[in-house]
């Protein structure tokens, strides 16, 4: 009865041992089928010729060193960086500046609403008011004929390189909330004493900001710049409704050349190797993004 009843209790425990992994296991079947077979098929496309209509045909590296001596890719590489420069310019200082002058302001609240609007709307909707604004009859060349800076309205999505900073301005519109947010949080996380200090030795108020708020908030600007980053190779979806990568491919960046090669122009192979790329840059920039968030809890 003894022996029983210790075999007994022990299936019971292999039981209970193996009832929780069935637990996880829809989720696991999830990760497995939406995460993990997308990206060995597209690492296993990226190597071959496929366009959809014929079988794939395996040809190595090929499309990797096509990236890097086709004219459209090293337009779109570019442009890339260029976009990385500015939204690390514009919409982060931005952030700071509107960070600090609203920190202790009695609207503050009233602020934070108005600049953290535009993150809560799509990309698309953001990319169709901003077209309005940049088109030929939209509010811009309207304002410009108004008081006579231009004589006739223009097409500013048209002209390079004008239509690639226009749609910096609308990313900077949508993302400068973001920032002002993570921002204020480092602020509040700097303790008063500090400052008050610093008041009491006679530092002023730019040499307090620039000795003292910039070196303490430098935790949650190497995140802030980590975010930007990525969200800079990421964007797809304002440009596509502005310009399409156009004219001419002129505009694009490598989110738009990947999904105009894959789905526009049906070389899925190639566009695999375009997502290969991105994806990797993706992922070193957010493996720097853990370990630095990571190190500072």
Not at 51 to 71: E, R, V
Request: glycine share 6%; charged share 10%; aromatic share 14%.
């Amino acid at each position: 009865m003894i022996f029983g009843r210790g075999k007994f209790a022990k299936g019971k425990k292999n039981y209970s041992a193996f009832s929780n992994y069935l637990y996880v296991a829809p989720a696991l079947l999830m990760v497995l089928a939406f995460l993990i077979a997308p990206i060995i098929f597209v690492l296993y496309v990226s190597f071959t010729d496929w366009d959809l209509l014929h079988p794939m045909n395996f040809i190595g590296i090929k499309n990797y060193i096509k990236i890097f001596s086709d004219p459209n890719l090293l337009i779109s590489i570019k442009n890339t960086l260029i976009w990385v420069v500015f939204i690390l310019a514009i919409p982060m200082v931005l952030g700071l500046i509107l960070a600090v002058f609203i920190k202790n302001v009695w609207f503050s609240d009233q602020i934070k609403s108005i600049f953290y609007i535009p993150l809560a709307m799509s990309g698309a909707g953001i990319g169709i008011i901003w077209y309005w604004i940049f088109s030929r009859t939209g509010f811009l060349n309207s304002i410009l004929m108004f008081f006579g800076a231009i004589a006739a309205p223009k097409s500013w999505l048209l002209i390079i390189p004008q239509n690639t900073f226009a749609m910096i301005a609308a990313v900077t519109w949508q993302t400068t909330g973001l920032n002002m947010i993570l921002f204020l949080m480092g602020l509040q996380n700097i303790p008063i004493e500090v400052l008050e200090a610093a008041k009491i030795d006679g530092s002023n108020e730019w040499h307090t900001f620039t000795k003292i708020i910039l070196p303490l908030l430098k935790p949650i600007t190497t995140i802030v710049i980590i975010l930007n980053i990525i969200g800079s190779f990421k964007i797809f979806d304002i440009i596509w409704v502005m310009t399409a990568g156009g004219p001419a491919r002129s505009s694009e960046t490598l989110a738009v050349s990947m999904y105009k090669e894959s789905f526009s122009l049906h070389r899925m192979g190639y566009g695999s190797s375009i997502a290969v790329i991105l994806s990797l840059i993706i992922f070193i920039a957010g493996i720097g993004y853990l370990k630095i968030a990571a190190r500072e809890k």
